[in-house]
């Protein structure tokens, strides 16, 4: 185990820019770091009582950790299996460095996230919609340009409440 590995290798995140971001152009696109912060930051003050409020803000900040290794990449780059039995390698990889309790947690809190079947799951992954779609917001602000994702992304999401908040941001776009 080693602690100090660990976090050397996750905070690699803050310099990994979004690979969605960089393929559209944008100068100074978010990293990692600041897309898994921010939705954990959505995720501690939008949970209801539906969705356990801890688990989902450590699933928001385990659910990209794999990328530290790997990159940020997209389906698009490698496919939806192969990117996923990557990012698996990866956690694999880097939780092997921590206590086997928090090898545990945060490995189970990655494989929820990915299967997406608990409320917590579901929740996490609408939240990193939602993230996105506030994202694409401020890029089109800042760039007077569309982005088609933000179609793509109200779509998928599936609570109620947060697909208001979508709503509401879409309704914000020029």
């Known amino acids: 185990m080693d602690m100090l590995k660990f976090f050397m290798i996750i905070r690699k995140l803050k310099d990994e820019k979004r690979r969605g971001w960089v393929l559209r152009g944008i100068e100074t696109p978010e990293s990692v770091a600041d897309h898994s912060y921010m939705t954990a930051v959505m995720c501690m003050l939008l949970a209801d009582d539906r969705v356990d409020r801890d688990k989902v803000i450590k699933m928001a900040l385990a659910h990209d950790m794999g990328e530290s290794i790997i990159g940020d990449l997209t389906p698009d780059d490698i496919g939806r ?94």
């Open 81 to 174: 299996e192969s990117k996923h039995v990557k990012e698996k390698n990866a956690m694999i990889e880097i939780t092997s460095l921590l206590p086997d309790a928090q090898r545990k947690e945060i490995m189970n809190l990655w494989t929820a996230y990915n299967e997406g079947k608990t409320n917590e799951a579901i929740f996490v992954k609408d939240i990193d919609l939602l993230e996105l779609a506030m994202q694409v917001l401020e890029y089109e602000k800042s760039n007077s340009k569309k982005y088609d994702i933000i179609e793509k992304v109200g779509d998928r999401i599936t609570t109620k409440a947060l697909r208001l908040l979508f709503n509401e941001i879409k309704g914000m776009r020029k």
